[in-house]
């Protein structure tokens, strides 16, 4: 690109930025946050009367307020409590495409503290793009970390991987495809990573040893792999011994418990709940204790089970969802008791009429449902959620991090709902005041699937 152009560009970048009516970060430029409680992501005891440095999109130092440098942007800060900006580790930005809507929902998230974003399989065009828009600060929004699906062809009948494929024959998709043992897994991984994702998920109609060679191979490649907690039929202490980085859904753990585990995902019976006492199953305990021995991260998504437990009372009809609300908060309490590290994901958004995105009842639910320490809850929803997305440079109060930052007027310590009481958002720098939100207006996420 010749130079005028560069130019160009980078103008228009910046007034973009100025629309979303946020304060890009200069890129050396000096901002002090002075005078706040830091809560810095790791679980350690908040820090009063400190002051976070910021130069350009990255925290230079974290002092107390009496050694901080003169001068520079000061934001009115003083008196908040500023945790690491919040990470959703289960969204589905572009299932069935419709950038309005993605920007409505992720301008709410952006306001609403979310930083960071793990998309769990979509259509990966939409989401490289959404994920250049935000980078470059032409939207308000969270980054985006997505993935590119793998599953057995029986799974590619899913509406859902002809809407997230659409123009392509579904299972031949570089970000949607059908494996087999006759697969090149090498080629079929590095054309995954050619499709910008993060890694892969595994999402369905897979056998274990099969899995198994999918997560060897992408590690030789040095990309992740984030997987369902049961493949159907790979179980979930398959998943584990494979090596699989990050596994989602509790309720799909308790497939363990069961002699006879669903083969195919379509056609799966419930986890059986009379199996539990307490959230405790012997085989379900040992998977834990396994996961805690390895560092593998459980994705929780306690709030989906919620939403199917509300679909289930509105239709009493429908068939019954496969697990419920209360047997996925007792798992996750068990997961937690176990020393399993648990991140804070939704898949799913909440109401267009409110005010702030499902993240904050998925960690309500993690801390008045599972028992969670407020402190954990938010290192589930900070630190854990940058090591799900492999973000080493997020997720934590600390010099070189990124300067993602929530400040809220409340204390989120002794409860989480506090996070709610957000003031100020801030993005790689860039800060993002609630007073600007614009609520999700009903016709900007109109259709959106
Ligand atoms: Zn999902």
């Known amino acids: 690109m010749r130079r005028s152009a560069m130019i160009l560009a980078a103008a228009l970048t910046v007034s973009a930025s100025a629309a979303a009516g946020a304060r890009a970060a200069?890129?050396?430029?000096?901002?002090?946050?002075?005078?706040?409680?830091v809560i810095d992501g790791t679980g350690a005891a908040p820090r009063p009367g400190m002051a976070v440095v910021v130069r350009g999109e990255r925290i230079e130092a974290v002092v107390p307020l009496a050694q901080?440098?003169?001068?520079?942007?000061?934001?009115?800060?003083?008196?908040?409590y500023v945790t690491p900006g919040l990470i959703d580790t289960h969204v589905h930005l572009a299932t069935s495409p419709d950038r309005r809507a993605a920007e409505a929902y992720m301008r709410r998230m952006l306001y609403g503290g979310v930083t960071a974003v793990r998309d769990m399989a979509g259509d990966a065009r939409a989401l490289a793009d959404?994920?250049?828009?935000?980078?470059?600060?032409?939207?308000?929004?969270p980054d985006v970390y997505y993935s590119a699906l793998m599953a057995g062809p029986d799974f590619f009948k899913d509406p859902r991987t002809q809407a997230a494929a659409r123009g392509v024959e579904p299972g031949r998709a570089p970000w949607m495809q059908a494996i087999t043992d006759e697969v090149d897994l090498p080629l079929a991984v590095a054309l995954a990573r050619g499709t910008g994702a993060s890694a892969i998920k595994i999402y369905a109609d897979l056998p274990g040893p099969?899995?198994?060679?999918?997560?060897?191979?992408?590690?030789?490649?040095g990309f992740r792999v984030w997987a369902h907690g049961m493949v159907f039929p790979a179980t979930p202490a398959e998943e584990v011994a494979a090596g699989v980085d990050v596994l989602s859904h509790v309720c799909m753990l308790g497939y363990e418990a069961s002699d006879v585990?669903?083969?195919?995902?379509?056609r799966r019976a419930p986890v059986e709940a009379d199996r539990f006492k307490d959230g405790g199953n012997p085989k379900v305990d040992a998977l834990f204790a396994e996961m805690a021995r390895r560092g593998t991260i459980l994705d929780a998504t306690d709030h989906v089970y919620v939403e199917l437990d509300q679909a289930r009372a509105a239709d009493p009809k429908a068939p019954p969802p496969y697990c419920t609300a209360s047997l996925a908060e007792a798992l996750t309490a068990r997961a937690y008791k176990a020393g399993v590290r648990i991140t804070a994901g939704?898949?799913?958004?909440a109401p267009v009429e409110s005010a702030y995105p499902a993240l904050h009842d998925e960690m309500e639910?993690?801390?008045?449902?599972?028992?969670?320490?407020?402190l954990d809850v938010i290192a589930a929803a900070t630190r854990n959620g940058a090591a799900a997305a492999g973000q080493a440079d997020m997720g934590e109060i600390a010099p070189g991090k990124l300067a993602d930052l929530v400040f809220v007027s409340r204390d989120p310590s002794r409860d989480v709902a506090a996070m709610r009481?957000?003031?100020?958002?801030?993005?790689?720098?860039?800060?993002?005041?609630?007073?600007?939100y614009r609520p999700i207006a009903a016709d900007e996420v109109r259709g959106f699937q």
């Open 421 to 436: 009481s957000v003031m100020l958002t801030v993005k790689r720098g860039t800060d993002y005041p609630r007073k600007d």
């Open 261 to 266: 585990k669903p083969a195919a995902y379509h």
């Open 346 to 349: 939704t898949d799913g958004f």
């Open 68 to 80: 901080a440098p003169a001068g520079g942007r000061r934001p009115d800060v003083a008196g908040l």
């Open 365 to 374: 639910l993690l801390q008045n449902k599972a028992g969670m320490a407020p």
């Open 26 to 37: 200069e890129p050396d430029g000096l901002t002090v946050y002075a005078g706040v409680t």
């Open 210 to 221: 099969l899995t198994a060679r999918i997560v060897a191979e992408a590690h030789r490649q």
């Open 130 to 141: 959404l994920s250049r828009a935000s980078r470059q600060g032409e939207i308000a929004a």
